[in-house]
């Protein structure tokens, strides 16, 4: 990646760190859907009864020219007159009225009739509701690539994804997450890639399609081979195992020796992807010791769900925009949490987030590790130090948005009230079907859980 082309801004990556930029985050990172709210509340919506003078800019109302239209022809029947006017005044009613009649609040989702049955712009508004916890880079940079990239990726990877080995791959990365490493694999063209974390093989094959011609590093603890004797599954011929018998941890490969015997000088030129569960602080201490700088991570698990300590989480601050949460069980979050949990399988109610003594960082105040198996109660104060050592080493920082909304998904897993706006918006259904998307199974699209891409360095000095 050339260092000196100018970067895009994401929507969601941080302002510059001045005290004005600071008191404002703090503002609005209380909550989001309380100012969306305010917004809502007051933004102008036409009034029947005012009196301020709009008439260089306001049409009369159409009863108004009924009726001095009718004065003219008062000659005529009263009967007929009467009955025009009538006519007239129901006809202008309807009209005046009607866009009240389904003025429906686009984020309450008791609103709707069920999930996938809901109208389109209110499953577009409810994208980032409740907040999307950007991590904040230390220099402001966000990614090369535009939504426009992301589309034009979607129409070539879909016929690959049809061609997959492991048709179904459950609990293994969906549709959403193994598009989302082709393209950044595709687009960063590494030198070699190392995944921890392999599953049946699904990961592998994936960046395979990324790169035909590049070697990879598998890390596992049981080889993929062992699948086979199940059913479907993939080995790589031109991948190293670390794997079965020869498994070594992530954290434990001696890898000045192994980049020595792959003939890597350059260690930009490596693309890291982690889908092993274990704490992401963990894996990005252990990756920058290593000198690594390109890092994909598979399950960066949203607060209050998962079974390791994610990136996501640790940057759930309370002065990052999106981040913070109360636990007061009558507070706007809480009721609004209470009511999305109805409609989406893994979104999380108060009861759930916060755990004794009001922790809701982590999960419930713990910082999981390895599969679920290891969990570490972490005061507020650490979180938080986590959360500056994160900034202090990061470059970029880059959530995949869902492929698509889920009114075209119709996905009804995770909550888009926390997650980014799709690339593939609700009601573009024409897009959605151009791209391929819809001739997928609907239960490959349920798989998303924040697919993050980083760019780490070592602390500025």
Known sequence: MNNTTTLLRHPHSPRSSTPGNTMLDRSVSSRRHAAESDAVADSPTPDPSSDDDESKTKRQHISLVASKYLSRISHVSPYLVICVFALFGVVSFFFHYSRDLVCISPYDPLSRIGPGLYRLDAAESDFGYLGVPWCRSKHGKTVEWTTKDLIKGLEEFVPIYETRPIKNNMYGMGFDHSFGLWFIARWLKPDLMIESGAFKGHST???????????????????????????????????????????????????????????????????????????????????????????????????????HYSLRQICDQSYIRGGGHSCFKDSDEARIRARRKKFWE????????????????????????????????????????????????????????????????????????????????????????????????????????????????????
Request: charged letters at 25%; one cysteine or more.
């Open 205 to 307: 094959w994936v960046l395979r399609q990324a790169m035909p011609d590049k070697p990879i590093i598998s890390i596992s603890p049981r080889h993929p081979a062992k699948y086979l004797q199940k059913g479907p599954a993939y080995v790589d011929e031109n991948c190293t195992y670390f794997a079965g018998k020869d498994f070594v941890d992530f954290g434990s490969i001696d890898w000045g020796s192994v980049m020595k015997r792959h003939g890597i000088t350059n260690l930009s030129r490596v693309l890291i992807f982690f889908d092993d569960h274990q704490n992401e602080l963990k894996r990005l201490k252990q990756a920058l010791k290593a000198g690594f700088q390109q890092l994909v991570f598979e399950d960066n698990y949203d607060t209050g769900t998962g079974d």
């Open 346 to 461: 893994k979104a999380v109610d108060v009861e759930e987030l916060c755990g004794s003594g009001e922790t809701w960082w982590g999960v419930k105040g713990e910082m999981r590790d390895n599969f679920n198996h290891s969990n570490k109660p972490i005061s507020y104060a650490e979180h938080f130090q986590n959360s500056r050592y994160v900034e202090s080493i990061l470059e970029v920082y880059w959530e995949l948005p869902p492929v698509a909304g889920p009114s075209l998904t119709h996905q009804t897993r995770y909550d888009p009230a926390r997650a980014p706006s799709p690339i593939v918006e609700d009601g573009r259904y024409g897009l959605f079907q151009r791209l391929g998307l819809s001739r997928l199974e609907t239960s490959v699209f349920n798989g998303y859980t924040q697919m993050v891409y980083l760019q780490i360095s070592e602390q500025d000095s």
